[in-house]
């Protein structure tokens, strides 16, 4: 069974930045691809950064430029850094974990960009 935790989000000012961090728990082996979805208001789930198990990284064309997604396998722990954060930036923020066809999700974290 594996277990995400999300922390980092809160309330920031329009230009502002944020850090958000996953960290993953129990038993993980084998070709992990890490990634980072957001539910904006009104909106579908969108996949916001992904990063694969050899560390190739993927971007929404919203947030490139904008946005930096990493990972520390030694601490099995995803980041995504946000800077230059805008009003429609705002949505929870997911963590999401892949590994042989399964999916794992975290519950969440909420972020508000607003003045």
């Known amino acids: 069974q594996v277990q995400l935790v999300e922390s980092g989000g809160g309330l920031v000012q329009p230009g502002g930045s944020l850090r958000l961090s996953c960290a993953a728990s129990g038993r993980i082996s084998g070709p992990v691809a890490m990634n980072w979805y957001r539910r904006i208001p009104g909106k579908e789930r969108e996949l916001v950064a992904g990063?694969?198990?050899?560390?190739?990284?993927t971007y929404a064309d919203s947030v490139k430029g904008r946005f930096t997604i990493s990972r520390d396998n030694d601490k099995n722990t995803v980041y995504l850094q946000m800077i230059s954060l805008k009003s429609e930036d705002t949505a929870v923020y997911y963590c999401?974990?892949?590994?042989?066809?399964?999916?794992?999700w975290g519950q969440g974290t909420q972020v508000t960009v607003s003045s």
């Open positions: 990063i694969s198990s050899v560390g190739r990284t």
């Open positions: 999401n974990l892949q590994i042989w066809g399964s999916h794992y």
